[in-house]
């Protein structure tokens, strides 16, 4: 069965400071995995996904996540964080097999302090 | 523009009467797929279509129906809603091109069952 955890229920980072989200997943076989951003009152939005190939995938608003197969994580990582990184994260896993299902975490909340 | 539409966005019932939460999508895509958004518990996923005629289920199908008769369209039925299906929906599009995905989300319906 699938599954993704995110252990932490909120992250709190400094303006500028790197961030980082955790995501952990179990998955049979080859994994999709998937980052999500919901703003305040802005509604869902697709971050990044990862597919089979580099390690490091790159995604929109200058976030990337880090793939690591013998952790089973996907952690979603920003350089230098803003204030309006604040949002709601989720992760997500899809099995190759198994057609769209698609299991998400409970969410992460980040909150950049000015 | 490219958008995913979900009517209505808000919805007060009772419990039994049955309720259809339209998604309508104008990019030709090919999978969508509906969510429903709980405290605590993240994102789950009710059911997904790959194309016209090709719907299944997702996490938490249980107390849902969909039907995929066209492929700009995608409705959520719940045939005698509960308070347990008290939510916040989302209905989502996907294009997915040689494993490279991008998804689209509606706004949001939320729904109050009483």
């Known amino acids: 069965a699938q599954s993704v955890a995110q252990p932490e229920d909120q992250v709190n980072v400094a303006e500028g400071n790197p961030l980082t989200v955790k995501c952990t997943y179990s998955v049979s076989g080859n994994p999709y995995l998937f980052w999500y951003v919901q703003y305040p009152n802005r509604g869902l939005q697709f971050l990044l996904k990862y597919i089979t190939g580099d390690n490091l995938v790159k995604g929109s608003y200058g976030f990337e996540a880090e793939f690591n197969k013998s952790q089973t994580s996907f952690h979603l990582k920003k350089p230098s964080a803003l204030v309006s990184d604040s949002a709601l994260y989720f992760c997500a896993v899809r099995g190759y097999t198994g057609g769209f299902k698609t299991i998400f975490g409970a969410g992460t909340r980040l909150f950049v302090k000015a | 523009e490219a958008q995913v539409t979900q009517n209505p966005r808000y919805l007060i019932t009772v419990t039994g009467k049955k309720l259809t939460v339209t998604c309508s999508q104008n990019?030709?895509?090919?999978?969508m797929s509906w969510y429903r958004q709980d405290p605590g518990l993240g994102l789950r996923q009710i059911y997904y279509s790959m194309n016209v005629e090709v719907t299944d289920k997702g996490d938490v199908p249980e107390g849902y129906k969909v039907s995929r008769k066209e492929k700009r369209n995608f409705p959520l039925i719940l045939e005698s809603p509960s308070p347990n299906q008290t939510s916040l929906y989302f209905c989502?599009?996907?294009?997915?091109?040689?494993?490279?995905?991008?998804?689209?989300f509606g706004p949001g319906t939320r729904l109050l069952v009483l």
């Open positions: 989502a599009s996907s294009v997915v091109l040689s494993d490279q995905e991008t998804q689209y």
């Open positions: 990019m030709n895509h090919e999978y």
